[in-house]
């Protein structure tokens, strides 16, 4: 997959929907198939990633998330929708989050990526696969625990 910059989100009302691998992701509720995925988990999951999320609401319909209130800034908006949504059991994510300006630009992880590969593709030199790691802290640990499905966000060139 190519990376985007999103068109999906809508511009007239200020909210965005942003689509995830609903079978990918990390593993937060413990238990079987029948877990499911609730907003209070998903708080204490940014809680524990450190993520600012006062000022949120989080709430589950289903297999969809949504997010609402004030962020702090554009760079939490960003890493609170990739948290929620990099979330086994979540196949979308709906934003109408106040704070901080732009789009971001995001990357959805293929079979056979690496943040060096990611890197040279978006940003033009894969030596530059370092910005993206930072870029997604403290969602990654490692610059190689990718996988597919995942979304990334990506650094400004």
């Known amino acids: 997959m190519e990376t985007i910059t999103p068109e999906w989100i809508q511009k007239e009302n200020n ?26 988990a998903l708080q204490d999951e940014l809680k524990d990633l450190g993520l600012d999320a006062e000022g949120l609401d989080i709430s589950v319909e289903g297999d969809k998330v949504k997010v609402s209130g004030k962020a702090a800034s554009q760079e939490i908006k960003e890493k609170v929708i990739l948290a929620v949504g990099n979330v086994e059991g979540v196949a979308a994510v709906e934003e109408d ?61």
């Open 97 to 157: 989050m106040d704070g901080g300006e732009g789009d971001g630009t995001f990357h959805t992880v293929e079979k056979g990526d690496t943040l060096w590969a990611i890197a040279a593709k978006t940003l033009g030199n894969g030596a530059r696969y370092e910005e993206i790691f930072e870029a997604n802290k403290p969602m990654l640990t490692h610059p190689d625990k990718i996988y597919p499905g995942q979304m990334l966000r990506i650094p400004a060139k």
């Open 15 to 40: 909210m965005g929907l942003w689509s995830f691998v609903k079978d990918a992701g990390k593993k937060v509720f413990g238990g079987g198939d029948d877990t499911e995925v609730t907003g209070a």
